[in-house]
């Protein structure tokens, strides 16, 4: 029996040690995994501030000129009203010259149209609103009227 004593404890010591050795191999793994992971997070901090840190200077640019153009576009609004309202009155009144010459034009070439040869053979649809003027004038101006 002490033979198998000595065995069995020879085993357990040796069982002892390969556990020791697997725990420290564990050990020594995962402080290599945590050791990498914190290099590559420490250089990605390091690009990620290289990378902010030019953004922030570029910012540090253009902030004053963003105040700069916010104080500007506060003015601009009390200034378009009444530009919005010269332009309202140049087209009414450039479309008011429009109807004055369309009038104008309107009765000069009715005008023409007396001075034009008999025979000149005009157009169906001339002689379509001929025909047309003439009943219109012909017609009693009210049907009950008439006896």
């Known amino acids: 029996m002490p033979e198998v004593e000595a065995r069995l404890e020879a085993r357990v010591s040796e069982m002892s040690e390969i556990q020791r050795d697997s725990m420290d191999k564990a050990k020594r793994i995962s402080d290599e995994f945590r050791d990498s992971i914190i290099k590559e997070w420490r250089s990605f901090e390091v690009a990620q501030v290289e990378r902010w840190s030019e953004r922030d200077r570029r910012a540090s640019d253009v902030t004053p000129r963003i105040v700069a153009l916010e104080e500007e576009i506060a003015l601009i609004p009390p200034q378009i ?25 309107n009765k000069l ?25 003439k009943q219109e004038a012909e017609a009693p101006a009210d049907p009950d009227l008439v006896e």
């Open 81 to 105: 009203a009444p530009i919005y309202e010269i332009f309202e009155q140049w087209a009414k009144a450039y479309s008011e010259a429009g109807r004055v010459w369309l009038v104008e034009s």
């Open 109 to 133: 070439l009715d005008a023409a149209r007396v001075n034009i040869p008999t025979d000149v053979k005009l157009s169906r649809r001339q002689r379509k609103k001929i025909d047309a003027q």
